[in-house]
């Protein structure tokens, strides 16, 4: 079985563009969470999509948004990055999000120049 | 295990030594909880999960034990390897949402 994948893996932006960042997770799986991770803060929630519908979202500005589609594929945005933002964006899936074991993407490094 | 700041705590062990990492959790109403490996440059992977109900769940090389008097979890590692290098840290759930701990950095000589 495949695991969760992210797109791109890398990725080098500039103060003020904006970002997506796309997150295909294992095949069955429903939920998909995502999270940023830095040396600071370690890993943080951003928010959980499930069917399709934000189901929870973490302590973060309204520029960081996302989107699931009907294939259970998710996508995250930020607008109007700032350095701030530099960080590993990880995707992570799972059956029904309820108490589950979560399985992580090898996430998207972002920089932010 | 927690940490302050940008440094990791770590543990440094000789390659066959046992290893014991520890976490406390904050949320005393959490009744699920894994452990997790971030090797660098990878996301982080599943190694062994237990639910409140239980105080000990062991797999293969590790074990994990669950103090909820003092909220406490406890992973230990037998005959560590150098493949076994990397960070580990600890998620609680309650719900949908897994709070994350910071994490341990182990360091394996051979």
């Known amino acids: 079985k495949a695991g969760v994948t992210q797109t791109p893996r890398y990725l080098i932006k500039t103060r003020g563009q904006q970002v997506t960042l796309s997150c295909s997770p294992i095949?069955?799986?429903?939920?998909v969470s995502w999270y940023q991770q830095t040396p600071g803060q370690g890993l943080q929630f951003l928010f959980e999509?499930?069917?399709?519908?934000?189901?929870n979202k973490g302590n973060f500005p309204g520029r960081f948004s996302g989107r699931q589609f009907s294939n259970s594929r998710s996508e995250m945005n930020v607008s109007t990055l700032e350095l701030g933002d530099s960080a590993l964006y990880l995707c992570?899936?799972?059956?029904?999000?309820?108490?589950?074991?979560?399985?992580f993407g090898p996430g998207t490094r972002l920089l932010v120049l | 295990g927690e940490s302050v700041g940008l440094h990791l705590p770590t543990l440094s062990v000789q390659e066959g030594d046992n290893s014991i990492i520890n976490c406390a959790y904050s949320?005393?109403?959490?009744?699920?909880f894994i452990w997790y490996k971030q090797e660098s440059g990878k996301g982080p992977q599943f190694i062994i999960d237990?639910?409140?109900?239980?105080d000990k769940r062991q797999g293969q090389r590790v074990t994990v034990l669950l103090n909820k008097t003092v909220k406490h979890l406890s992973l230990q590692i037998a005959a560590t390897q150098p493949g076994d290098s990397a960070v580990y840290f600890c998620?609680?759930?309650?719900?949908?949402?897994?709070?994350f701990g910071r994490g341990t950095s182990l360091i394996v000589h051979p």
């Open positions: 237990i639910r409140s109900n239980m």
């Open positions: 992570a899936s799972s059956k029904t999000g309820y108490e589950e074991t979560q399985y």
């Open positions: 998620a609680e759930n309650r719900g949908y949402i897994p709070t």
């Open positions: 949320n005393s109403a959490s009744d699920y």
């Open positions: 999509y499930f069917s399709e519908t934000q189901r």
């Open positions: 095949s069955g799986h429903r939920s």
